[in-house]
């Protein structure tokens, strides 16, 4: 399995929090969007592609492409964040076999149904759903806006 550092769910993919905290607290060389929509809107690519910062790898796959590439052997000195706009997309990873230990829920925000979640993050009740389900699992689920900020454990929020 390739080395990710931090897998994180963020609505804007790569932005300013991504760009200018995570991205140098890890000292990631790489980036991989696991989005469908994402990966069949050219527009969409081509605007992210512009925004990833000079030097740093990005890649931009399906649910299906993104578990293949993930399952690949890893380049020793690759450092990877991982990026999906959902926690059911990581869900969805972790149940096709690959051994992500922790999810770091960010930046969410309003859309469709979902409703105020914990800080400035909001969830409809399938993503909530799917937290409680990775939680129980015994994966790492948690908050943090930023990597400077402190963790905020989600153990209530999950009801667990």
Not at 66 to 93: S, V, Y
Request: charged share 30%; glycine share 8%.
């Amino acid at each position: 399995m390739r080395n990710v550092l931090l897998a994180r769910v963020d609505d804007r993919l790569i932005h300013g929090e991504v760009v200018t905290s995570f991205i140098p607290y890890y000292h990631a060389d790489h980036v991989m969007i696991v989005d469908d929509g994402v990966a069949h809107d050219k527009f969409n690519r081509r605007v992210l592609e512009m925004v990833a910062p000079k030097g740093v790898k990005l890649e931009i796959y399906t649910l299906e492409e993104g578990i293949e590439a993930l399952k690949r052997d890893p380049d020793p000195d690759e450092k990877m964040i991982l990026l999906t706009k959902t926690p059911i997309t990581f869900e969805k990873i972790i149940d096709a076999g690959i051994d992500l230990k922790a999810v770091n829920i960010g930046g969410m925000g309003s859309r469709g149904n979902r409703k105020p979640f914990v800080r400035n993050c909001q969830a409809d009740e399938e993503e909530v759903a799917s937290m409680k389900r990775m939680y129980a699992r015994g994966i790492d689920v948690y908050y943090r806006l930023v990597a400077e900020q402190g963790r905020i454990e989600l153990k209530e929020q999950l009801g667990a």
